[in-house]
């Protein structure tokens, strides 16, 4: 679910650490497409334009999670209300377990100290 690639200047990156649990895994393919496409997409839409979210599968290299949900968001106050319809849905601890959450911005040490980041 990469539902946008062009620019998207965040202010917060927030990475989801989430484990698929046994309900979910127990759908078809079918029904768990249709959970997101009816559920988690109209989240996504309500916020196009303040959050993004990039979906990466990791089950195949860890057993501790399933997958990284990688969420930028433009302000702090959006990505906060769209938690919060995220959490009213059975994405968040039913389908997908959240083991952790990790916030950060990227290269902040280079805007606080005023200097250019490094670049590969």
């Known amino acids: 679910m990469n539902t946008q690639t062009a620019q998207f200047d965040s ?3 927030t990475f989801f650490m989430v484990k698929t649990s ?3 895994l127990g759908f078809s393919f079918e029904t768990r497409l249709s959970h997101a ?4 997409q109209p989240i996504l839409d309500e916020f ?3 959050v993004r979210l990039n979906w990466y599968d990791v089950e195949f290299y860890t057993a501790k999670i399933s ?3 990688m969420i930028e968001s433009k302000d ?3 990505y906060q209300l769209f938690c919060e319809k995220l959490r009213e849905t059975p994405f968040w601890d039913r389908f997908f377990l959240v083991q952790d959450i990790f916030p950060g911005e990227l290269n902040a040490w280079a805007k606080n100290y005023e200097v250019d980041a ?3």
């Open 11 to 13: 202010a917060l990156t």
């Open 22 to 24: 046994p309900e979910w």
């Open 37 to 40: 496409r009816e559920t988690f």
């Open 48 to 50: 196009r334009g303040r």
């Open 67 to 69: 997958d990284i949900w």
């Open 76 to 78: 702090h106050h959006s």
């Open 118 to 120: 490094l670049q590969s």
